[in-house]
C-alpha cells in the first residue's frame, strides 16, 4: 500500500521510477521527502535541482519546483536559483560521480561560497546510468566497467572534501540508517549555509555485481555491519577504522551565509 | 526641452546600461579578456538597482547559474569571449531546449583557441548558430556602434523573453572597448517585454503546452506555486521525459517554427543605397563602418556601391539577399574572419550573382582601402 508520504510528495503518475530493483536511491528520495515534511515546507517554495544520472531523475517524480539540468551542473543552477530568490528553499540531488568528478570544481565552490544549498549525494560508489563505470568514490581496488583490472585511483571522500572546502554542515549515513538519513537531511536544511550529506546507497545491478558483493540484502546487510557512527568511532582504535564508513553528523558550524552577505550589500544602496 | 540624455561610453559600459534599462537583474560571469568590464560594471551597478551579481567558478557554471536566475523569475545574462563561449555552449544548448530565456553577450577575440585575447575578430559567427549540438533554435544580434550596442541590448533581451530563446549578443573588441557618444532614449519611450505569465491555474499548467505551429509557452518562475518540472531531455507538453518519436518531432518543429515563423519580427538590417547599387557589401560591426567608408569612396569614384548591415545574424536574411542578389552585379562580404557569413550569403545569392570576400584572421581590422581594391577587383 502506498504512503501517505508518497501520495502527498510524489508525482503518482510519473510513477513507477526507472530505477533497478534493489536500488538504494528510493529509500534516499523518501528520506529526502520526510525531512522535508517533518520540517513541513512549503511545497510551492522548495526547488529541487539535480544534475545527470540515476540519482539525478529523482527529482521529477516528486512535486516541487524540479529542475534536471546538464551533468555535473546541478549547483550552479540551484545557485542561481538561491541568489536570484533567497526565498526559495533550495535542494540539490546529485551522484557520486555528478558531483565530484564532472561537477567537482561547483561543489568546491558552493562550499566555499557557503550558499544556503542543501546537497544530497546518491553516493553508489559507480556510474548507475551509463553502466557500472569507476567513479570518485569507488573504492582503491575495486572494479568497474572500465576498471577491468582494478581501480588505482584513490577515492574522494565528500564530507571530507566539502568540509575542506567550507560547507558548513556535513553528515554521512546510508540506505540502511535511514533514520539517521532524515535526521542529517534535516539538520542540513536547517543549517542556513551550505550542507552536504552523503548518503551511501547501494548498487546490486553494477558495483555490487562487478565486485561480487552479493544482492540488495547482502549489501543493506554489509552498510550494516560496516558502518560506525562518529560518536562510536571516537572510542574505537583507528585500526578498527579501517573500510569503516563513517556516519553521524560530521560537522556542523554555521557561518554566515552567502545571500544573507550579498543582501547586505544591496540593502546598503536602499538605506541610500 | 529633451528627454535624451548624452553619454559618452565605452562599448561594454553600453551593454552593460542597455541590459539593465532592459529589466536584467541578475548577472553571472567569469573573468575574461575582452570582456570584462560588464561584469566589473555588473558587480557595481546590480546591487544599485535591487539586482544580483555573482562571479563564478568557470564559465559552465555562469551559464548555468543564469538559467537558475531566469527559472527564478529574473532577466539574467553573463559575458564573456570565444574560450568562454566554447565552454558555455552546453548550457546554451540547454536553455534554447528547456526554453528558458536569458543573453548571452560574447565580445569576440581572435581564435581558436586561447588566441588573441586583446584583438578583434568576427571570428564566431558560425559558432552564435551551431555552436551547441543538436537542431536547436537561436537569435544572434550583432551593433556595430556604442550607441547600437546599448538599443541592441535592450532588443536582445525583448526577443529572449518573447521567444523564450537563448539571445546571443555578438560584440566586436574594438566597439566593446571604444568609446563613443550615446544618446539614450527616454528609458519611458522604450519598449520592454517581459515572457508572459501562465493565464491558467496551477493544476492546469502544462509548462510546455503551445501552438505546435511555433507557439512560446507562458512560463511562471519557481516558486510562484506552479511547481513544474524541467529537463535537458525531450519532453512532452507536461514537461516530462519522453522517448516518443510523435512527441519529439513536434516539440523540435515548435522550437524551430518560434524563429522561423517569426523572421519578420525578429529579423532586423540596414540597407543603404542598395536601389541603384550594382556591388553590395553585406557587412556587420565594425566591419560595416569600414564597408560604409568604401561605400562612400566607392561613389565618389562614380562606382554605385550599397551597404547590407545585418544586424540580426542569426536568424539569417536569406529572402533579402536572395533578392539583392537578383539584381546586383556582385556582393562582396567583408569580415574578420576567413568567410564564414560569407558561405551563407552565397547559398542565398544561389549563383545569382558573384559573391566574394575581403577576410583577414590575424588580429588586425578590415580597412576601407581593403574593400575598395575589392570593389574595384570585382569590377
Known amino acids: 500500500m502506498t504512503s501517505n508520504l508518497v501520495k502527498e510528495y510524489f508525482r503518482m503518475d510519473k510513477l513507477p521510477h526507472i530505477w533497478c530493483p534493489g536500488c538504494g536511491h528510493g529509500i534516499i528520495t523518501r528520506a529526502v521527502i520526510k525531512a522535508i515534511d517533518e520540517l513541513k515546507l512549503d511545497k510551492n517554495r522548495v526547488c529541487i535541482v539535480s544534475g545527470i544520472g540515476c540519482s539525478s531523475r529523482a527529482p521529477g517524480y516528486l512535486d516541487f519546483n524540479t529542475l534536471h539540468t546538464t551533468h555535473g551542473r546541478a549547483l550552479p543552477f540551484a545557485t542561481g536559483i538561491k541568489h536570484a530568490n533567497p526565498e526559495l528553499e533550495v535542494i540539490v540531488i546529485s551522484g557520486d560521480g555528478d558531483c565530484s568528478a564532472i561537477g567537482g570544481n561547483h561543489l568546491i565552490h558552493a562550499a566555499r561560497r557557503n550558499i544556503g544549498i542543501t546537497t544530497v549525494v546518491y553516493n553508489n560508489n559507480i556510474y548507475g546510468m551509463t553502466g557500472g563505470q569507476y567513479s570518485p568514490t569507488t573504492p582503491t581496488g575495486d572494479k568497474g566497467t572500465t576498471a577491468p583490472y582494478g581501480n588505482i585511483d584513490k577515492g574522494f571522500d565528500i564530507c571530507d572534501l566539502s568540509r575542506a572546502a567550507g560547507a558548513t554542515y556535513t553528515g554521512r549515513a546510508t540506505a540502511y540508517h535511514t533514520q539517521l538519513l532524515i535526521k542529517l537531511i534535516k539538520n542540513g536544511i536547517l543549517n542556513k549555509g551550505f550542507s552536504v550529506v552523503d548518503a551511501i546507497s547501494v548498487c546490486p545491478t553494477y558495483y555490487g555485481r562487478k565486485n561480487k558483493k552479493g544482492d540488495s540484502v547482502k549489501m543493506m546487510q554489509w552498510l550494516k555491519d560496516n558502518a560506525v557512527n562518529i560518536k562510536a568511532a571516537a572510542k574505537l582504535p583507528q585500526e578498527k577504522l579501517e573500510g569503516k564508513i563513517l556516519i553521524g553528523e560530521l560537522y556542523n558550524n554555521p557561518q554566515p551565509e552567502y545571500t544573507d552577505e550579498y543582501k547586505k550589500i544591496t540593502e546598503s544602496f536602499k538605506r541610500g | ?379
Open chain 2, 1 to 379: 526641452m529633451t528627454s535624451r540624455t548624452t553619454k559618452l561610453m565605452q562599448g561594454n559600459e553600453a551593454c552593460l546600461e542597455g541590459a539593465i534599462t532592459a529589466g536584467m537583474r541578475f548577472f553571472a560571469g567569469y573573468p575574461i579578456t575582452p570582456s570584462t568590464e560588464i561584469a566589473e560594471g555588473a558587480s557595481e551597478r546590480l546591487p544599485m538597482v535591487g539586482g544580483k551579481f555573482i562571479q563564478m567558478e568557470d564559465e559552465i557554471g555562469s551559464m548555468a547559474a543564469v538559467i537558475g536566475a531566469s527559472l527564478a523569475g529574473q532577466k539574467a545574462m553573463t559575458a564573456t569571449s570565444g574560450p568562454g563561449m566554447s565552454l558555455k555552449q552546453e548550457n546554451i544548448g540547454y536553455a534554447s531546449l528547456t526554453e528558458v530565456p536569458c543573453v548571452i553577450v560574447n565580445v569576440q577575440r581572435g581564435g581558436p583557441s586561447t588566441g588573441l585575447p586583446t584583438s578583434p575578430a568576427q571570428a564566431d559567427i558560425m559558432q552564435a548558430r551551431w555552436g551547441t549540438h543538436g537542431d536547436h533554435p537561436i537569435i544572434a544580434l550583432y551593433p556595430a556602434s556604442v550607441s547600437e550596442i546599448y538599443t541592441v541590448t535592450i532588443d536582445a533581451f525583448n526577443l529572449a523573453e518573447k521567444y523564450r530563446v537563448p539571445v546571443i549578443l555578438l560584440l566586436d573588441e574594438v566597439i566593446a572597448h571604444m568609446r563613443e557618444k550615446v544618446e539614450l532614449p527616454d528609458a519611458k519611450k522604450i519598449k520592454i517585454i517581459d515572457r508572459s505569465k501562465p493565464s491558467v491555474e496551477p493544476e492546469k499548467y502544462l509548462p510546455y503546452k503551445a501552438d505546435p505551429d511555433g507557439g512560446v509557452p507562458e512560463m511562471p518562475a519557481f516558486g510562484q506555486g506552479y511547481r513544474y518540472h524541467v529537463t535537458g531531455l525531450i519532453h512532452s507538453e507536461s514537461g516530462f521525459p519522453s522517448n516518443n518519436a510523435e512527441v519529439t518531432a513536434k516539440l523540435i518543429n515548435r522550437l524551430m517554427k518560434k524563429i522561423d515563423n517569426n523572421l519578420d519580427d525578429i529579423i532586423r538590417y540596414q540597407e543603404d543605397g542598395i536601389q541603384d547599387a550594382q556591388i553590395v557589401l553585406v557587412a556587420f560591426g565594425s566591419t560595416a563602418r569600414s564597408a560604409k567608408s568604401a561605400m562612400d569612396m566607392a561613389r565618389k569614384q562614380g562606382i554605385p556601391v550599397g551597404l547590407f548591415r545585418p544586424i540580426t545574424i542569426w536568424p539569417f536574411a536569406g529572402d533579402r539577399i536572395k533578392e539583392i542578389a537578383e539584381k546586383a552585379k556582385a556582393i562582396i562580404v567583408p569580415e574578420m574572419n576567413l568567410g564564414q557569413y560569407r558561405l551563407e550569403v552565397e547559398r542565398a545569392a544561389a549563383c545569382k550573382c558573384k559573391v566574394a570576400g575581403v577576410n583577414r584572421a590575424d588580429g588586425d581590422i578590415i580597412t576601407p582601402e581593403d574593400i575598395l581594391d575589392k570593389i574595384k577587383g570585382v569590377l
